[in-house]
Nanobody, 117 residues
């Protein structure tokens, strides 16, 4: 059974940085396109960044130039480096893996990111 576990969330001041990590177990990460989503209170879950199994990346316009997604096949992990954080980045951040051989997807439990002074 594939499992995703996020870590690295927390409270940070505006302008600060955080690095989120997602550990994949139960399958090689190479079998998945990986993404980070977020959901703020009262809002729908939205895609923040994604990285394909081949390493192509895509970002929501709101985070371009501030966030960076990467993956490490050796550690079976995906990361989200978040810089220049803004209060509107406050949300629960979820790691997602979409299996490249079909339509299956798996979610992590989420990690809270709060940007506040």
């Amino acid at each position: 059974q594939v499992r995703l576990v996020e870590s690295g969330g927390g409270l940070v001041q505006p302008g600060g940085s955080l690095r989120l990590s997602c550990t994949v177990s139960g399958s090689p990460i190479s079998a998945f396109d990986m993404g980070w989503f977020r959901q703020a209170p009262g809002k729908q879950r939205e895609l923040v960044a994604m990285i394909t199994s081949g390493g192509r990346t895509n970002y929501d316009e709101s985070v371009k130039g501030r966030f960076s997604i990467s993956r490490d096949s050796g550690q079976n992990m995906v990361f989200l480096q978040m810089n220049s954080l803004k209060p509107e980045d406050t949300a629960v951040y979820y790691c997602n893996g979409k299996w490249i051989y079909g339509t299956s997807a798996v979610w992590g439990q989420g990690t809270q990111v709060t940007v506040s002074s």
